[in-house]
């Protein structure tokens, strides 16, 4: 089937034997804690995806990525998400090193040679909750930062080997500024508690990660121009183009994998495959064309705007395709097997991912009326 070819064929090219590894096992499986899906992504070399060339990774451009993720999602939905803020924190940490100490080079290599993954303490779950203020704090003792508050979700809470967290840090004037702790994650103070509750995408590892008194070396700390006014800087900019197009590329592989069980349902030939393949394919398309956009022009808050579009369209495209793949299937798919209904309700979840659609109604309005671009 050409359905998915050109994304399995990503994926094989980065992450040779995962597409067949993970349709091994059965959907529930793959989708339960622990999942044998993040030791498969492991043994295929998927955490230095975005790792670049030079520091022993695999180099691939956003314009690849996206299409791996996509064919990652239509195996293993928990798997998406979970590398979605793997990679994210790979391409933040990768922004980085353009300005930073050198250490972030070194840890992208140790990164792709021991195939290490990264947990995300960025976007907050709480609704309402503005994602550029965490709810962790950083504090200067001597020559040591101090950081204590939790992250809740934490996708690969439980598989990490570092956590990459944004933290509230106050300058040298007293203002609260954003920045980037990279913590081991066996340094002391961190706990993981348990936190999702439901057995959709139970296998992303999506539990609570609390810090108590967690001490770092200074140079484990990224310093940024963001302030209270949640005007992202270049490295947040960097960071949320990645993580929407990701995460929106994971989703349509989800929604996808319930497009291919109808296209390949028993007497389904000869029905035209249009209502079920346009929308998520043309969302698909409006990905690719910001991936590709980021390989030559800025990336500046216009580009962004672009991703958020792109994301949003799909999860409406999401919305439509569902439904009518569900209705094609039929009563009797539905009975005798869940898998259809919990990709259904799986893909539904980059509605709840910030920035939220209504959260950023205020804020993309005042773009295009001229102002900067805030992120709610």
């Not at 309402?128 to 704090?137: D, K, V």
């Not at 930062?145 to 690969?156: A, Q, R, Y």
């Not at 929308?279 to 409006?286: I, K, N, P, R």
């Amino acid at each position: 089937m050409n359905f998915l070819h050109c994304e399995r064929s990503a994926l094989e090219t980065f992450m040779p034997g995962l597409d067949a590894a993970l349709a091994r096992y059965p959907l529930e499986e793959l989708e339960r804690a622990p999942s044998p899906a993040i030791r498969e992504f492991r043994a295929a070399g998927g955490p230095k995806l975005l790792v670049p060339a030079q520091n022993a990774g695999s180099g691939a451009t956003a314009l690849q990525a996206v299409r791996v993720q996509r064919a990652v999602g239509a195996r293993c939905p928990s798997l998406a998400v979970a590398t979605t803020m793997h990679h994210f924190s790979i391409a933040g940490l990768v922004q980085a090193a353009t300005y930073g100490s050198g250490l972030e080079g070194l840890l992208l290599e140790a990164i792709a040679r021991d195939g290490m993954l990264l947990a995300s303490g960025f976007a907050e779950g709480n609704t309402g909750q503005n994602i550029l203020r965490p709810h962790i704090t950083a504090q200067r003792r001597g020559d040591r930062i101090v950081l204590n508050g939790s992250k809740m979700p934490c996708s690969l809470s439980r598989s990490m080997d570092l956590l990459t967290a944004s933290v509230v840090l106050k300058d040298e004037d007293g203002v609260d500024r954003l920045a980037v702790a990279l913590v081991p994650a066996r340094t002391p103070g961190i706990e993981v508690r348990p936190f999702w509750g439901t057995p959709i995408l139970a296998g992303a590892e999506s539990d609570e990660v609390v810090l108590t008194e967690v001490e770092i070396d200074p140079q484990m700390l990224v310093l940024t121009d963001v302030t209270a006014d949640g005007v992202p800087d270049a490295l947040n900019v960097a960071g949320f183009l990645w993580f929407e197009l990701l995460l929106t590329a994971g989703y349509l592989g989800v929604a996808s994998a319930l497009v291919e069980r109808v296209l390949a349902r028993p007497g389904g030939g000869g029905v035209d495959p249009t209502p079920f393949t346009v929308d998520v394919e043309a969302a698909m398309l409006a990905v690719e064309g910001v991936a590709r956009a980021m390989e030559g022009e800025e990336w500046s808050d216009r580009l962004l705007v672009a991703a958020l579009m792109a994301r949003y369209a799909a999860q409406d495209a999401i919305a439509r395709t569902t439904r009518t793949c569900l209705a094609a299937l039929g009563g009797m798919a539905f009975i005798g097997s869940p898998e259809g209904s919990y990709l259904a309700a799986a893909a539904a979840g980059l509605t709840f991912h910030p920035p939220s659609r209504n959260r950023m109604a205020g804020p993309l309005r005042d773009f295009l009326d001229g102002r900067p671009l805030r992120i709610g």
